[in-house]
């Protein structure tokens, strides 16, 4: 084996290991192949889904005008766009107080049974959210908290305290250092929190808003669960464009899926390419300490 397989060849002053990358870029091609597939369906003429030809015969805009302005029963993407935005940022304020709350408290406070807390927490973390679905549906519907989206609400936001621990990790590397000097001029717990550690830890806020705001846009069991009254105007978008591929609608409908799926995916990656920065960090900074 030559050294510049071991040490990588420099390009442009950038150390570049070839096999690597070449194996990288097959792999990212294939990952890719699906994408743009995707894309380039939602701009086919066609309503039904074509396997005998990856471009489509002719381009339109059409299942776009379609999705957005021609709504029916089956199709109403507006109103699930909405309903999820709504769900998602209510479910992201929420999730983001209770998960830095929880991590300030597990980071920066000592108390009888923190420790078996801890560790029963991260037990927990390690089983499915939906294995619990059952119970959860019927505990909501003696409520009457079913088929609503206040329901759904609680289900994402209730438990996103278990997920204290890369904030907590966060936290443990902001120095005691700090806190104690603000306990010396006299400022309360509660002062610290808001006034000295989370101007401190905009990474970890970053992370904790973008990944408690994904969870509805993405989540698809406990919504089915949830919102089963067949009403498509409640739905979230995740469950509206799945119900497009029925088999009774899916030679009528995929051209708009497709157009769907990639409406969806722009606000999503505008969010990422944004705040990339701090949700590196945030996972990072997140990683160093338990």
Same mark, same amino acid.
């Given at each position: 084996?030559?050294?510049?397989?071991?040490?990588?060849?420099?390009?442009?002053?950038?150390?570049?290991?070839?096999?690597?990358?070449?194996?990288?870029?097959?792999?990212?091609?294939?990952?890719?192949?699906?994408?743009?597939?995707?894309?380039?369906?939602?701009?086919?003429?066609?309503?039904?889904?074509?396997?005998?030809?990856?471009?489509?015969?002719?381009?339109?805009?059409?299942?776009?005008?379609?999705?957005?302005?021609?709504?029916?029963?089956?199709?109403?993407?507006?109103?699930?766009?909405?309903?999820?935005?709504?769900?998602?940022?209510?479910?992201?304020?929420?999730?983001?107080?209770?998960?830095?709350? *929880?991590?300030?408290?597990?980071?920066?406070?000592?108390?009888?049974?923190?420790?078996?807390?801890?560790?029963?927490?991260?037990?927990?973390?390690?089983?499915?959210?939906?294995?619990?679905?059952?119970?959860?549906?019927?505990?909501?519907?003696?409520?009457?908290?079913?088929?609503?989206?206040?329901?759904?609400?609680?289900?994402?936001?209730?438990?996103?305290?278990?997920?204290?621990?890369?904030?907590?990790?966060?936290?443990?590397?902001?120095?005691?250092?700090?806190?104690?000097?603000?306990?010396?001029?006299?400022?309360?717990?509660?002062?610290?929190?808001?006034?000295?550690?989370?101007?401190?830890?905009?990474?970890?806020?970053?992370?904790?808003?973008?990944?408690?705001?994904?969870?509805?846009?993405?989540?698809?069991?406990?919504?089915?669960?949830?919102?089963?009254?067949?009403?498509?105007?409640?739905?979230?978008?995740?469950?509206?464009?799945?119900?497009?591929?029925?088999?009774?609608?899916?030679?009528?409908?995929?051209?708009?899926?497709?157009?769907?799926?990639?409406? *969806?995916?722009?606000?999503?990656?505008?969010?990422?390419?944004?705040?990339?920065?701090?949700?590196?960090?945030?996972?990072?900074?997140?990683?160093?300490?338990?």
């Amino acid at each position: 084996m030559n050294a510049s397989h071991k040490k990588g060849w420099y390009i442009g002053g950038a150390r570049f290991y070839p096999m690597r990358h070449i194996v990288l870029l097959v792999l990212a091609f294939f990952w890719l192949i699906p994408i743009v597939w995707l894309v380039l369906n939602s701009f086919s003429a066609s309503n039904s889904m074509s396997i005998s030809r990856f471009f489509p015969e002719t381009y339109t805009l059409e299942q776009y005008r379609k999705l957005l302005f021609a709504t029916d029963a089956a199709s109403q993407f507006p109103q699930w766009m909405l309903n999820t935005f709504i769900i998602a940022i209510f479910n992201c304020i929420i999730s983001t107080f209770f998960v830095l709350m *929880v991590a300030y408290v597990m980071s920066r406070m000592r108390f009888p049974g923190r420790k078996p807390l801890m560790n029963l927490s991260m037990i927990l973390g390690l089983f499915p959210g939906f294995l619990s679905m059952i119970a959860v549906y019927f505990i909501l519907k003696t409520f009457n908290m079913t088929n609503s989206h206040i329901g759904l609400i609680l289900i994402y936001s209730a438990s996103s305290g278990l997920g204290y621990l890369i904030a907590k990790g966060f936290f443990d590397t902001i120095p005691q250092s700090v806190s104690e000097a603000a306990k010396l001029d006299g400022a309360s717990e509660n002062r610290i929190f808001w006034q000295v550690i989370v101007p401190m830890s905009k990474p970890i806020l970053v992370y904790t808003i973008i990944s408690a705001f994904l969870a509805p846009w993405m989540d698809f069991i406990m919504a089915k669960i949830m919102l089963n009254s067949g009403k498509a105007t409640d739905w979230t978008v995740a469950l509206g464009l799945f119900g497009m591929l029925d088999r009774t609608r899916k030679t009528v409908y995929f051209g708009q899926f497709c157009a769907g799926g990639v409406l *969806v995916s722009i606000p999503i990656s505008i969010l990422f390419v944004i705040m990339q920065k701090f949700y590196v960090e945030g996972i990072t900074g997140g990683s160093t300490k338990g």
